[in-house]
């Protein structure tokens, strides 16, 4: 399948009305030098690819948008669907591709293609799967688009963020994957739905592996400044630390609960890879929940290993890692989380 766009040749042996509709002003200069051109490129256009295009599109990101995906009949429906709502979206030009030469010079390339888990297949085989998806994807991406930044949305996304960044040939710092961004908004959202506050003035994260031995920074949650536990303290307040797991718990088995519901999730993880594509390109320096090579930072020093950490993002990539002061616990769970991904890395061979 040949890259596709709009085209702008109407009319019998297909006229180029863009020459003659306008007429051309005289003695102008070209455009400014500092005018950036964005593009990002979307691998993989199922139900999570869809909703990050989408998003992006919706909040005006990105000049040009580049699919790619491995069904050449799907991805074109995909394309001319974005493409018929223009008339009710900011300018972005659109293009679909099988090909990865589609996305030559993208700013960033989100990566949310893998593979779907076949009834009594193990996890580990899926991935095993998946990195050999990745074999035929990121390679292409770094080839065609040699500054560009990785964004990995796929899962087990930290395994493959890993992975992305062993084929890739990346610095660390441009590599980065989704990881617990999404977890940590559905954490604020379950604190602010108990408060009866807005999400956006409940500052929580959720650390470590996006999955079952993610770690829930209980210490530093704060609500419009107030930090919660030493409030409830002052106050002699009593909680038990069953009802903070329980929200904890509730966090992790909210992903679950939508696909068993809808049978997939997609809306969330549209906005939160929209919101993290904003951080980077717009140059917002904002700290993030994202998975980043963690080795060196809170302790974890056993091997190359991605989970989340609160970094900056920013134009660069991955501009730092905060220093969050973390509980003696949660320093522990934290490290008990990276070991239980390097586990799974062991099994890859890479």
Known sequence: MQKSASASSLGPGGLDLSNIFFKPIQNTSPPSPTKRHTKISVIGVGNVGMAIAQTILTQDLADEIALVDAQPAKLRGEMLDLQHAAAFLPRTKIIA????????GSDLCIVSAGARQIAGESRLNLLQRNVALFRGI???????????????????????????WKLSGFPSNRVVGSGTNLDSSRFRFLIADHLDVNAQDVQASIIGEHGDSSVALWSSISVGGVPILSFLEKQQIPYEKETLEGIHKAVVDSAYEVISLKGYTSWAIGYSAANLARSILRD?????????????????????????????????GVLGVTNVNLTDEEAQRLRKSAQTILKVQSQLGL
């Open 97 to 104: 591709s099988t090909d990865y030469s589609a996305t030559v």
């Open 138 to 164: 990121i390679p292409p991406l770094a080839k065609y688009s040699p500054g560009t930044i990785l964004m990995i949305v796929s899962n087990p996304v930290d395994v493959l963020t890993y992975v992305a």
């Open 284 to 316: 917002q320096r904002k700290i993030h929940p994202v998975s980043v090579l963690a080795k060196g930072f809170y302790g974890i020093d056993d091997g190359d290993v991605f989970l989340s950490l609160p970094a900056l993002l920013g134009r660069g």
